[in-house]
């Protein structure tokens, strides 16, 4: 029967009874899995990113334009989508003077490398990425069944009104002499195009939040790890958020908006790192969101109407609904009872000719 007896973490020790003339043969024993929440570490993280978070937006809310000033915003944006990463950084740091001197194999604990096994998380990462895209398009077309939002799916006036307003398609302008639907093709291959450029981006925020935060919470459950890293993820969004950005909102109620967003895709996103072990799938999800919200909401909306994005897009009430189903769907078929260990040990040798010698190298 195996001890736990680290303070933070569950080594792997030699099951009593092993036989007396394997006494003096080298165990593998190290970090497994949390079992205790790094609470210390957690509270540095959260407030480590969102204090960064805040600092970097400091220019948006400083430059009397607000989000009037569109390629500050991008700076801003996509500056921000690094701070959990940062943040990530200190947390270790904190954790690994707090874990009595066990060390932290930072890559797995992280979700980085290894890639176990490789043909499933790149399978599950092409798969993740293509179908949050597809997850989008869903929800905007839920959002037109039930009435939330008035789509031109046939003549795409809204996308033809866009390309008048900005000139692109003037006589003389270089997309004047362009067919259309080569226009609309090339929008859309732009989007998984786009997607890899971002990922290095998203990258920044996932190592943060399905990298660390989730594992750091999961001795608290499946479900509250989950929901606790989607609510941080979505307060984290403030300084933007209250700006206006995404909803259109600069009270409370955008902030509750995007939290209850970031839970609900969260779960997905958290989802793919509990089964694969690995945060590229969530990488590559998140990626796949930013780029393809904006343009296939362009794409599909009518012309002379403005999209409601607490209602339209994939983190106000569609995106919600939808994922509830997807939830429901992966619950109903167990897929969050199959879990890979996020937190597997870093191999170190010691003898385990006497227990109390390898409870302390533990």
Known sequence: ??????????????????????????????????????????????????????????????????????????????????????????????????????????????????????????????????????????????????????????GLSGFREYLASTGAIDPGKPFAAVPFALIVAIQLASIPFNGLFTALFAFGEEVGWRGWLLTSLRPLGTWPALVITGAVWGVWHSPLILLGYNFGRTDIGGVALMTGGCIAFGILLGWTRLRTGSVWPAVFGHAALNVSTGPLILLTYQAGTVPNASTTSALGFSGWIVTAVIVAALLLTGQFSRQAELAPARPQAVRSGSRQEQLRAD
Do not use: E
């Open 1 to 154: 029967m195996n001890k736990f007896t680290n303070r933070g973490h569950a080594p792997v020790v030699t099951p009593a009874g092993v036989a007396d003339a394997a006494a003096d043969r080298p165990q593998v024993v190290g970090l497994a899995r949390p079992v205790r929440v790094p609470w210390p570490a957690v509270v540095v993280f959260v407030l480590t990113a969102c204090a960064l978070a805040w600092l970097v937006a400091i220019p948006l809310w400083t430059n009397g334009k607000g989000l009037g000033d569109a390629v500050m915003v991008q700076v801003v944006a996509a500056v921000m989508m690094l701070t959990p990463a940062l943040a990530t950084i200190v947390a270790l740091i904190v954790q690994r003077r707090g874990s009595d001197g066990t060390r932290i194999a930072k890559a797995r604990y992280l979700g980085i490398w290894p890639l176990r096994s490789a043909k499933r998380v790149v399978w599950m990462t092409v798969g993740t990425y293509f179908a949050v895209m597809a997850f989008v398009f869903v929800t905007i077309l839920f959002a037109g069944a039930v009435g939330w939002a008035d789509l031109d799916l046939a």
